[in-house]
């Protein structure tokens, strides 16, 4: 988050995978502003939109060359407030779709700023800009988050056999929570602000992982990023009470002790999905399938926000 990267410069991996946001954008026969999401509006400016994503994205596109009617429709593969990046992927999404529907085209970097201009400025949610680059860029991507609010990329350059091993053995399961993560950052963002020093320790500690984990995966030493990864998890649970409860550390545990070496709560934490780094993948998943977690199978995705259809 800024409230960190501005004083001490931030550094971590992500990855794209194929788990989807769509966003479909059409010009309709009446004027207004039809929106259809898990509701459904229909007005006649932008201004009386109720979908802050949406409306913030209309109203920054809208000054030079004002929308008069537009229809935009939204389905998603993965539920919002889950910690799989899913707002940023949705603006990103949107932006891409709102520009090519101008006849403009963005790059990736420009797209992932514009994404976090609308989230982060315009919102003032206490997030971080890594889901909105990722979701733009796609891949195994390097994020240095610079002082100045500049973004360095740069891609993990991992070997082929260290991919695969990465696809087949990290575990994604559903716990079923889903959450806010705003609420659980706030804390985070508020004592980072603060420059509260057992923050900052812990979050220059967890910055330090992602070094450790670029060199890791790097050197394929895949099994190795795996314990990282229960370490991580570790550090991550001290930042805020919110971050895990009983019930998801009993399941971590369950995951341990039947095949995984390593996990995570993924994204902001307090609910969504658990990430397991496997040794054996069949003794996880059958632990996990009897605690009743339902596994979503993924590989990595490397286009990045992309209009697939014009």
Request: proline share 3%; glycine share 8%; net charge neutral.
């Amino acid at each position: 988050m800024p409230s960190y990267y501005r004083e001490n410069e931030g550094f971590l991996i992500a990855a794209a995978i194929d788990k989807y946001v769509y966003v479909t954008i059409n010009k309709p026969f009446k004027e207004g502003f039809f929106l259809k999401y898990s509701s459904i509006e229909n007005v006649s400016s932008i201004d009386e939109i109720q979908h802050p994503i949406i409306r913030e994205s209309l109203k920054l596109l809208d000054k030079k060359n004002p929308f008069q009617k537009i229809e935009i429709t939204t389905l998603a593969d993965i539920p919002a407030g889950t910690g799989l990046g899913s707002s940023g992927s949705f603006t990103t999404a949107l932006l891409k779709g709102l520009n090519h529907f101008r006849r403009m085209n963005l790059n990736a970097t420009d797209l992932a700023e514009m994404a976090c201009n609308v989230e982060i400025n315009r919102l003032n949610e206490p997030i971080g800009k890594q889901d909105q680059y990722i979701a733009a860029v796609g891949g195994l991507s390097c994020f240095t988050f610079c002082k100045d609010d500049t973004v360095l990329v740069e891609p993990l350059r991992i070997s082929t056999d260290a991919l695969f091993d990465l696809e087949d053995n990290l575990l994604l399961f559903f716990t079923g929570y889903s959450r806010s993560a705003s609420s659980i950052l706030k804390d985070q963002n508020d004592k980072s602000k603060e420059r509260n020093s057992d923050m900052i320790a812990n979050l220059n500690y967890v910055k330090e992982m992602g070094y450790k984990s670029k060199k890791m995966l790097e050197e394929g030493k895949t099994a190795d990023f795996g314990y990282l990864m229960h370490e991580h998890w570790i550090h991550k649970k001290d930042r805020t009470g919110g971050m895990s409860n009983p019930q998801i550390d009993e399941w971590y545990t369950l995951g341990l002790k039947n095949g995984a070496i390593g996990g995570k709560l993924v994204g902001a934490g307090g609910g969504g999905f658990l990430l397991f780094y496997a040794e054996d993948r069949n003794k996880l998943r059958h632990a996990m399938k009897k605690a009743g977690l339902a596994e979503v199978r993924f590989k990595f995705d490397y286009e990045g926000t992309k209009v697939i259809l014009s």
